[in-house]
């Protein structure tokens, strides 16, 4: 992004000031400004007749090339109206069966042409020791998989497991909270998805996730964030991370669908947690097997 | 007219042209779909839903690729996408043909590539999840030379398809 450097001195210049503006003038302007401002305010806008295009679409289902033949993943949802008031999805990371091959930040990349330095999702290494020292590494997000082990750290590990991360689609987003724009919103059906073409790159969003699930696009200077690949899921597919996903380790479903496997876990008595719970997020995306240490 | 009449026609005229400036300036800025949903604009749903499908899944591969499906699908490799290994459909298939070949990994690549999951010198990965050997240590245990790639023993798609064979064979062990 280019910061512009303003001239020198401008309006900034000791001898305007005080700028030559007499009382009345000023009194003038401002009331001028206050009522022009209310009038703008005191006329409601009719959301009745805007947004038709928008409910049209929603209703339609999509339309997928006829020549791919591809399976129903999440039942439900292809060739029937999809009702996005009604959805409920979750989604499972299990970070015992993780085996850190990085496939999933491959997927991703691949699917979103996610520009180099930048992640949608990636795979954490965590190394315990008997002094209970955590040590954290990330080469390249994961996408190279994880070829080697660390020779950097003392040798007396006792617990070394592998965290994918994402977005975890908080209820009560941080992100959503502070965009200026309205940029960036949970939508009815409960993702947290991005509008490129209202984002100024303001980077507020990138600042407010506590997750770092956010980055500015260095091509288009939007942020860009993961979206639970949601055009797949409308489509009935797998996020592309599910999809190629080797061990099984992330699970996705409808929590409307009760064969699901995201539901039988959330209605199991098996351990879930979220990340950075105090912080009132109210993540949509639990770990099983999560260790303390992982913020 | 009196002076104060004509103040108060200017005044009333003042606040129903700026009231139709506004009006229309409002129009202007703010986006069709915006609050239909809420404080956003709910046609980027819809965007967001048209986006390019890049990866498909396994059975759109093997909806042409039938001889390897029948590999595939009966060896310990069976929930690996092939995309990962091969790249994505989308620059393989477009509108039903054909646009590019894939590339096949060949040599070093093929080893570099299944290390990536069954490195055991990575601690992290569990025995319950996947088998892990270590390199050279499991080439000096099978008698076979340092340089050999993995898959000059194990078919990449059906890892144990040519091993379990072998055994069949020379009837080593009984094949499961």
Known sequence: MII?????????????????????????????????????????????????????????????????????????????????????????????????????????????????????????????????????????????????????????????????????????????????????????????LMDSDRCVGCAYCIQACPYSARFLNPITKTAEKCTWCYHRVRKGLLPACVEVCPTGARKFGSLNDENSEVYKILKGPGVLTVLKQSMGTLPALYYMGQRLEVV | MSKHALRIIMVVASVVLMAGVGFVVKELLIPKSFGLYGPYRADAIDEETQRVLRHGTNASCFGCHQYEATIHLTGNHKTISCEFCHGTYSDHVSNGRKIATLPVKKGDEITTLCLRCHNTEIKARSTMVIKTVGVPDHLKKQNVKLTHTCNQCHHVHAPLKYINEAKKITGLMEVK
């Open chain 1, 4 to 192: 512009k450097d303003f001239p020198p001195n401008q309006d900034c210049s000791h001898e305007n000031f005080p700028p030559s503006i007499d009382k009345r003038d000023f009194i003038k302007k401002v009331l001028k400004g206050t009522i022009a401002g209310s009038l703008f305010l005191v006329f409601p806008m009719d959301i009745s007749s805007v947004g038709s295009t928008a409910v049209k679409n929603s209703e339609t289902t999509n339309n997928i090339d006829p020549t791919i033949k591809l399976p129903e993943e999440i039942p439900e949802i292809r060739d029937r109206q999809y009702d996005i008031h009604k959805q409920n999805f979750a989604f499972i990371v299990d970070i015992t069966r993780c085996i850190g091959c990085g496939s999933c930040c491959v997927a991703d990349k691949r699917e979103y042409n996610v520009p180099d330095g930048n992640y949608r999702t990636w795979v954490e290494r965590y190394i315990k020791d008997f002094d209970d020292q955590v040590y954290v590494d990330c080469p390249n997000g994961g996408l190279d998989g994880y070829q080697k082990p660390r020779t950097d750290i003392p040798l007396n590990a006792r617990d070394t497991f592998f965290v994918p991360k994402l977005c975890n689609m908080c209820r009560e987003a941080p992100c959503v909270q502070v965009c200026p724009v309205g940029a960036t919103f949970t939508s009815p059906d409960g993702f947290i």
